[in-house]
C-alpha cells in the first residue's frame, strides 16, 4: 500500500509521540479528527501498521545480552521449528532466510553464559542440524521506521 504526505506526517507523529490521542494529532495536522480516525483505520487494515503496544527494551527486562543465531535446519522440518522456536521466550524474532542458513533468529540473555543456555534450549530439536551464533556488541541504529515513512511519502 502506498502512503501520502498526511499518512506520512501521522506515522511519524505517532512514532514521536505514541500516546498523543486521535484529536490532538488531528489538531496538530491541521485536518478534521474523522480524517486522522479513517488513515488509521485503513493503515492498520491495510497491515502498515501492526500495532501500538509499548516498546519494550529487554535490557531494562534483565536480558542485556543480544545474539543472533543462523540455523540450519533438516529438509522438512521447518514448521516443527517454527513452533519450537515459539516456545522459547528469548527467541524475540525468526525469519526463514536465503543463503548460507535457512533460519534467523535474534535471541536475548542474562549474560554471556545464559546465552548458553538459550542456544542449547534452541538448538536442543531434531530438527536443527547446526548453529552459528553472533553476539551484539552495540546497536548504532536501533531499529527505525521514521526515515523510512518520510521517503516513502515523498514518493507518492
Known amino acids: 500500500m502506498a502512503i501520502d504526505r498526511l499518512d506520512g506526517r501521522l506515522l511519524?507523529?505517532?512514532?514521536?509521540?505514541?500516546r498523543i490521542g486521535v484529536l490532538e494529532a488531528s489538531r496538530r495536522l491541521g485536518v478534521a479528527r474523522g480524517t486522522v480516525q479513517a488513515r488509521l483505520d485503513r493503515m492498520q487494515a491495510n497491515g502498515v501498521i501492526r500495532g501500538f503496544g509499548p516498546q519494550v527494551d529487554p535490557a531494562a527486562l534483565g536480558y542485556p545480552v543480544t545474539a543472533f543465531a543462523t540455523l540450519q535446519i533438516r529438509q522438512g522440518q521447518g514448521p516443527a521449528v517454527r513452533t519450537h522456536l515459539a516456545t522459547v521466550p528469548e527467541?524475540?524474532?525468526l525469519h526463514?532466510?536465503?543463503?548460507?542458513?535457512d533460519m534467523l533468529c535474534r535471541l536475548v540473555a542474562r549474560s554471556?553464559?545464559?546465552?548458553?543456555?538459550?542456544?542449547?534450549?534452541?538448538?536442543?530439536?531434531?530438527?536443527?542440524?547446526?548453529?552459528?551464533?553472533?553476539?551484539?556488541m552495540e546497536n548504532p541504529v536501533p531499529l527505525r521506521i521514521v526515515p523510512l515513512v518520510e521517503q516513502a511519502s515523498r514518493e507518492n
Do not use: H, K, S, Y
Open 12 to 18: 511519524v507523529l505517532l512514532a514521536q509521540e505514541p
Open 112 to 136: 554471556n553464559a545464559d546465552l548458553q543456555r538459550v542456544i542449547d534450549r534452541v538448538v536442543g530439536f531434531d530438527g536443527i542440524e547446526r548453529a552459528a551464533t553472533t553476539i551484539v
Open 91 to 93: 527467541v524475540l524474532e
Open 96 to 101: 526463514t532466510t536465503t543463503g548460507a542458513g
